[in-house]
């Protein structure tokens, strides 16, 4: 497994401004993802953070909306722009690692409330 | 498409009591399946989970499930429940070409003292 912290934990915005969340991995790791849960609701995969290279969106979730960047194989972030009451939600990235079987780890979660 | 399916989105149980989580799953392709339990305010953390090794999978806290093929479900029983157990549980899909999980919509358990 992984020891994965995210930042914030959590904040309040004003809508039509942006927020950018950090997903740090206590060790190298092969894949990235990044989940938003809607209050009471389960989990939506937004997108795949690859590593130098775009991220792959999910349908609905565009790259203008949601810029993702990974730098290097232990470190995303993820960006809400433009954000809207409708963006309030959990924020979660997961990692799978190498070996690991499909299992993904997942943070804290970033909890985000728009005004 | 794959799709995962909770019966029930709340559960209530009495301490000492059993605890069964229901979850199937609809696919063609032999999967991987998992049980993550997310308490309040906190990320998910992984229960259990299937990989073709055995059908009994047994998990953290004294959870356990057991997949079942031709019922294509994958339920989740603690013989006694636990007030600690009180949380939201989600079960989910793996193996898809994108190493993505599909997440059924999770069942909140009540544990009453």
């Known amino acids: 497994s992984a020891v994965i912290s995210q930042k914030p934990s959590r904040d309040i915005c004003q809508r039509g401004t942006s927020l950018t969340i950090q997903c740090q991995v206590d060790?190298?790791?092969?894949?990235m993802f990044w989940y938003r849960q809607q209050p009471g609701q389960s989990l939506t995969l937004i997108a795949t953070a690859n590593q130098g290279s775009e991220a792959t969106y999910e349908s609905g979730f565009v790259i203008d909306k949601f810029p993702i960047s990974r730098p290097n194989l232990t470190f995303s972030t993820l960006t809400v722009s433009n954000m809207s009451p409708e963006d309030s939600s959990i924020y979660l990235c997961?990692?799978?690692?190498?070996?690991?079987?499909?299992?993904?780890?997942f943070g804290p979660g970033t909890r985000l409330l728009v005004l | 498409a794959q799709s995962v399916t909770q019966l029930g989105s709340h559960v209530s149980v009495s301490e000492g009591a059993l605890v069964l989580l229901r979850c199937n799953y609809s696919s063609s392709v032999p999967p991987y399946l998992f049980w993550y339990v997310q308490y309040p305010n906190q990320g998910l953390q992984l229960l259990l989970k299937y990989t073709s090794a055995a059908t009994l999978v047994k998990g953290i806290n004294g959870f356990e499930a057991e997949f079942k093929k031709s019922e294509t479900s994958f339920h989740l029983t603690k013989p006694s429940a636990h007030m600690s157990d009180a949380a939201e549980y989600f079960c989910?899909?793996?193996?898809?070409?994108?190493?993505?999980?599909?997440f059924g919509k999770g069942t909140k358990l009540s544990v009453k003292p």
């Open positions: 997961s990692v799978v690692g190498s070996g690991w079987g499909e299992t993904q780890y």
């Open positions: 060790s190298q790791v092969t894949m």
């Open positions: 989910a899909w793996g193996g898809g070409s994108q190493g993505n999980l599909i």
